[in-house]
T-cell receptor, first 114, second 113 residues
Framework: QQQVKQSPQSLIVQKGGISIINCAYENTAFDYFPWYQQFPGKGPALLIAIRPDVSEKKEGRFTISFNKSAKQFSLHIMDSQPGDSATYFC?????????????FGIGTKLQVIP | ETGVTQSPTHLIKTRGQQVTLRCSSQSGHNTVSWYQQALGQGPQFIFQYYREEENGRGNFPPRFSGLQFPNYSSELNVNALELDDSALYLCASIRTGSTDTQYFGPGTRLTVL
């Protein structure tokens, strides 16, 4: 059962454009929603995260929009740059029997072309 | 850099063999999780250790086991390797007092032939 659904699986954006990646979750017990960025040969690195008590969080060019009632959240990358080309994972975590279990989406491979 | 290191970087084994992967996290990070990331997929949670005891496990068989040591290092052991075990194995540590932010290592690429 895929508890976190992520789309699209691949995305090509022109330099300077907006990249948008969407995720949906099923488990209402999730209480923390991070986004990770992964470059080839590297482990995932935390990019930005949000809790369900706010609807939006912005850090530099990266913004998370969160819709609790729809159980959806999205990552917006403004003014996308070639250096943003990477794979992005959304994730959701919540307490599961005494530990914080993290469930990842399938990932979105972003390519920003000059 | 996250301060989390893993060894080896790459590993090739044959079906039926056993493998041990190692992870070293930062001082003060007494929770470590291990993930399996198949090609083109997101990381899948294997298990988590807190103060040297397993306190959470994903949908992986018992041939996946682990250890955590007092010096903030940990191991993932996989017995009776299968072809489908070929993947990137990631460890992630969590700072004491925090329950959310995970710091990932670069991973170990395991190939099972």
């Amino acid at each position: 059962q895929q508890q976190v659904k992520q789309s699209p699986q691949s995305l090509i954006v022109q330099k300077g454009g907006i990249s948008i990646i969407n995720c949906a979750y099923e488990n209402t017990a999730f209480d923390y929603f991070p986004w990770y960025q992964q470059f080839p040969g590297k482990g995932p690195a935390l990019l930005i995260a949000i809790r369900p008590d706010v609807s939006e969080k912005k850090e530099g060019r990266f913004t998370i929009s969160f819709n609790k009632s729809a159980k959806q959240f999205s990552l917006h990358i403004m003014d996308s740059q070639p250096g943003d080309s990477a794979t992005y994972f959304c994730a959701a975590s919540g307490n599961s029997g005494g530990y914080q279990k993290v469930t990842f989406g399938i990932g979105t491979k972003l390519q920003v072309i000059p | 850099e996250t301060g989390v290191t893993q060894s080896p970087t790459h590993l090739i084994k044959t079906r039926g063999q056993q493998v041990t992967l190692r992870c070293s996290s930062q001082s003060g990070h007494n929770t470590v999780s291990w993930y399996q990331q198949a090609l083109g997929q997101g990381p899948q949670f294997i298990f988590q250790y807190y103060r040297e005891e397993e306190n959470g496990r994903g949908n992986f068989p018992p041939r996946f086991s682990g250890l955590q040591f007092p010096n903030y290092s940990s191991e993932l052991n996989v017995n009776a390797l299968e072809l489908d075990d070929s993947a990137l194995y990631l460890c992630a540590s969590i700072r004491t007092g925090s329950t959310d932010t995970q710091y990932f290592g670069p991973g170990t690429r395991l190939t099972v032939l």
